[in-house]
Structure formats: C-alpha cells, structure tokens
C-alpha cells in the first residue's frame, strides 16, 4: 500500500506551524516594520555578552567532551556503562541550576571560594568579626566567562555523543593501518579527520543552543540579546522585543544548520559500511593507565554540571538554620526551619505547580513521541525525510520570541481562550522541543533494518502490523529516550514559560527561579529538590517496572 502524498504533506506543513509560527508571528505580527530600523540601536553590548559566552561554551564543551569520549570509549565494559550513565544525566540538570549552584559555591560570598580565599591569603588581615564578615572575593562568577562554562559543563555529553559515534561507526583497522605506516603521526592525522568534523559540529550546536540560553544569564546578571528581549516584552513594547531579537537569529540558525550539516557529513564519512554495522576489528583497549585516565577524563567532565549541584544541595540542606519566626497568611514565605520544614513548606507551596508541570510535561512528550514517529515514518516512506530537517530551525529560536510570537498569536479574539488556558504551555513546548522528538524518532526508526518489516509482510501483515510487530519493539529504545528527553526539556523550561504561564496556574520552573533569586538558603534547597523530584519521577517509574519485570520473571521461572 502506497503512502499518499498529500498526507504526508499536510502532516509536515502542520508541524512546520506548531514549530516555525511563533517566530513569524513574532517578525510579522508586532509591527516590527516600524522598528527594524532600530534593531541595532542598544544592541552592540547584548550581543557582545551571547557571542562571548557562547564561544566558551562552545570550548569548554570540546574540552571535556572530546577526551571523556575517547577515552570511555575505549575502557571496559564496566567503566564505559558507568561514565555514560553519568555523563547523560548531566543532560538531565537544567542549567540555572547549576548556575545556583556555582554562586553557593564559588560566587563572592561562596561555601567553598570564601575559605580558599582565606587560605591562599587573600582574605582580612584581621581578625575583626565585621571586616570578616564584610569580605567577599572577586565576582569572577558573575560574569560572561562564567556563563559560558556553566552552559559548557551542561552540554558537553552533546559533544561527547557525536564523537563517540563517530568512533564506533568507523573501521578502526585504518588506525593500525595508519600506525604501522606512519607511526603514532599517522594515527593522529586520521583522528583528526574522523574526530574533529563531529566534535566541531557539536560545538556549533552548543553555541547556537547557548546564544538562546535566558535563565544561566539572568541568574548571573549577564547582559544578553535574550534578557534585552524579555524586558521589552514585559514593558509590553512588543514591536521593539521583536527588533532586538533580529541580529541574533540568523547568528543562531546558521551556526545551528552548520553543526547539523557537518555532523550529517561525518556520520556517512566514519560509516564502516551498512548504517549501524559494528566493525569486527575495535583496535586496542586501553591498559591501567587508560582506565585512570579515563576515570579521571569522566570525574573532570561531571564535575560542573553534576558533582557541584549535588554538593551545593547538601550543603543547603545540612547548614539550613531556624529561623526566629514564620510569616503567615496566604501569600505567606517558607519558614527557613530546616530543611525537613523547608522542604514541607515548598510542597505546601508549590505542589499545585510541581502536578501540573509533571502533568503538562507528560502530555507534552506523550504527544510530541506520537506525532514525531508517525510523521518520521511516513516521510522516510516517500523519500522526504530530509525535509524535516529545517525543523531544526525552531531549536534555535530563543525562548523569549516563542513567548512573543504565541502572545502575538492568541492574545486576541477568540484566541485568548486557548491563551488563558494550559493549551498556550504545550503550544510553547512543542514550538521549543518537537524537533528534537522528530531527530531522535528518525534516529530511532532508521536503526530498525528494513529487513524485518519485509518479511512481516511476506508474513501477511499489513503496514499497522508490520510496525507493531516489527518496528516498534525494535525501535522502543529509542522512542522512549526521544519521550524522556522532551519530559524533561519541558519540565525545566523557563524563558518561555514564565511569559505564557496562564494567570493563577504556575509552573514550577519559574516558580523555582523567583526562588534562587529571593529565597534563603533552605528554601533555595527545598525548591530545587522539588524540581529534580519531577525530573527523576519517569526514571523511578521505569526503573520500578523493570524491577517488577525481572522479580515477575523470575518467578515464573521458578514455578517452571
């Protein structure tokens, strides 16, 4: 049975909407006619602090991704599932709270910058309890530098991933090859031409994808194009929000479209043969030294992103203080009496928002996996995969413009229904975040051989069971990561959540974020285990259901 054409058509001129009609509602909708000539007015300094910051992260992200790749890759079994396992949760950790955790820890008034200071001889000369208690050391944390690390630390598994792959797919006889002709130089020269392709364009996608980061800035107080944006947002000059963000755009497309071309082309270079065949010959592993090394390659890579948030949140919690008294009333603060207190007073306070953002984020990547996979396969059937690759061009839309264009969009007329409501939440999900579910669908399906469908088939199965049969339980792995993933992006977004959230239904993000502004140390702890709760609640689940599985299947075993 031949899939339609003008099906698939309409499926991907709808996505083209949900994703691309934010921005142009945004460009066209604001009377930014009137402005464009102001898009450069003011922008010089904003701009300056995005490129900055997103050129480190751009580096620091090739500096630990590179080496952490190649050397786990070549670690045993063991080492190798234990380093991914934690470089990949390091995907899971939204970046502002790292960024939280960097001013606990090493801003002026810092748990551990404070005492090295001292130590190195740096602090009051005195004893004096006041100039000890006045002296603070330089705000290094709070700067464009530091934004560029923290973004860095946060997105260096993307690097990691696209060389990791790189290395797997390629034949690594031409390594033995190279060494046996020209030595370890031979080795290096065909390195550099299957590595630093995929590392590059990862880099690219880490700096167009920090170019658009709002909160790391905020919370650092970085000047930047996306913070320039949110504020003429809420001073509702609309058409002025929209001008600011014009320089910025064609930065972040092109820097997004050119990573995705250069991993594109390294990904058929480094191919060993048929996609997704393993090479029979893998080269040698490493001795003792390489497994420290890389040990010690994952211990640097994680520390960022991952060690530092977890000391800072034990930190928070086991110094939390009680306090004299508690406000009380309705819009009464969390009472700082610990952090058991703190952590009863956030879910007092906050669990409405923590429901509804597991709640939304849920339907959210539940619908998002759906409309991916059906609209990947029925593409990949006609041939037109390739076009939804200019998806990809709604990743590198900063969040504030997707709040901009969707309140250009529905804040009006009959549209202020779906405005008022959660629907404008999802609507500004999926915008941000369908590409990704639509690569990682592709990804999945397209390591499913073709092979198995054709001989369901001949079987006699028709297409709906030839893919239930054949496809899905073969691409289930990968569809499930494409739903995770959009859980969590969802879960933890901020820069357009906080403009769209519907009046009196919260998310908790945001919600989050007041807090690491305003709040005391235990409440700043409280809030962000709330939030890592409603990250790791999918991944408690699963791990539960395969515990169940394993204990069910063991006694059926038994009873055998």
């Not at 499926?11 to 009137?34: C, D, K, R």
């Not at 992200?61 to 380093?83: C, H, N, T």
């Not at 000391?311 to 603060?333: F, K, P």
């Amino acid at each position: 049975m031949r899939t339609p054409k003008p099906l698939v058509a309409a499926a991907i001129l709808l996505a083209f909407a949900v994703v691309l009609s934010p921005l142009l509602a945004a460009l066209f909708g604001t009377g930014l006619q009137g402005r464009a000539a102001d898009a450069f007015d003011g922008i010089a300094g904003p701009l300056g602090g995005s490129a900055s910051s997103a050129l480190v992260g751009a580096l620091v992200a090739l500096i630990l991704g590179v080496p952490f790749a190649l050397l786990v890759e070549r670690s045993q079994a063991g080492l190798r599932r234990v380093s991914w396992t934690l470089g990949l949760l390091v995907l899971m950790m939204p970046p502002y709270l790292v960024c939280e955790a960097a001013i606990v820890l090493l801003g002026p008034a810092g748990k551990i910058a404070r005492p090295t200071a001292a130590l190195l001889g740096f602090g009051p000369q005195s004893t004096d309890p006041i100039a000890v208690a006045r002296f603070t050391i330089p705000g290094f944390i709070y700067s464009w530098q530091a934004v560029g690390v923290v973004m860095g630390g946060c997105l260096f598994p993307v690097v990691s991933l696209a060389v990791a792959g790189a290395y797997r797919r390629t034949d690594h006889r031409v390594f033995e090859s190279a060494r046996l002709a020209q030595g370890m130089r031979g080795v290096y020269k065909i390195g550099a031409f299957v590595f630093v392709p995929p590392a590059l364009g990862a880099a690219l996608l880490v700096f167009a994808l920090t170019l658009t980061e709002f909160a790391v800035p905020q919370l650092l107080r970085v000047r930047t194009v996306s913070e320039a944006v949110f504020e003429r947002i809420q001073e509702g000059d609309l058409a002025a929000a929209a001008a600011l963000s014009l320089p910025l755009l064609p930065v972040v497309v092109a820097a997004a479209a050119l990573g995705a071309y250069m991993l594109a082309r390294s990904r058929v270079a480094s191919m060993a043969g048929l996609e997704g065949e393993v090479p029979k010959f893998t080269g040698r592993r490493l001795g003792r030294v390489g497994h420290l090394a890389a040990g010690l390659a994952t211990l640097l890579a994680i520390t960022p992103a991952l060690i530092l948030p977890c000391v800072s949140l034990g930190w928070l919690a086991a110094t939390a203080r009680m306090s004299q008294s508690a406000m009380r009333g309705r819009h009464r603060l969390l009472r700082t009496s610990g952090i058991l207190n703190s952590l009863r007073g956030a879910w007092e306070l906050a669990h409405d928002d923590a429901i509804r953002t597991v709640l939304l984020a849920g339907v959210t990547a539940t619908l998002a996996t759906l409309f991916a996979t059906g609209l990947a396969r029925l593409a990949s059937r006609v041939g037109w995969g390739p076009v939804l690759g200019v998806l990809g061009a709604g990743v590198a839309v900063p969040a504030p413009i997707v709040g901009l264009g969707l309140i250009t969009l529905w804040n009006r007329g009959a549209g202020a229904v779906v405005y008022q409501s959660s629907a404008i939440v999802l609507l500004a999900w999926f915008a941000r975040f369908f590409p990704i579910a639509v690569f990682l669908a592709q990804g999945a399906l397209a390591r499913v051989p073709r092979e198995l469908e054709s001989a369901a088939a001949l079987a006699g199965r028709g297409p709906g069971g030839r893919f239930l049969a054949a496809v899905l339980p073969n691409a289930a792995p990968g569809l499930a990561a494409a739903w995770l993933a959009i859980y969590v992006l969802s879960a933890t977004e901020y820069g357009a959540t906080v403009l769209i959230a519907p009046p009196g239904k919260p998310l908790l993000a945001p919600t989050v974020m007041n807090f690491m502004r305003r709040g005391q140390d235990p409440e700043i702890a409280a809030c962000q285990i709330l939030l890592l709760g409603v990250i790791a609640l999918p991944l408690a689940l699963i791990s539960l259901g395969m515990v169940l599985r394993s204990r069910i299947g063991l006694v059926e075993k038994g009873a055998r």
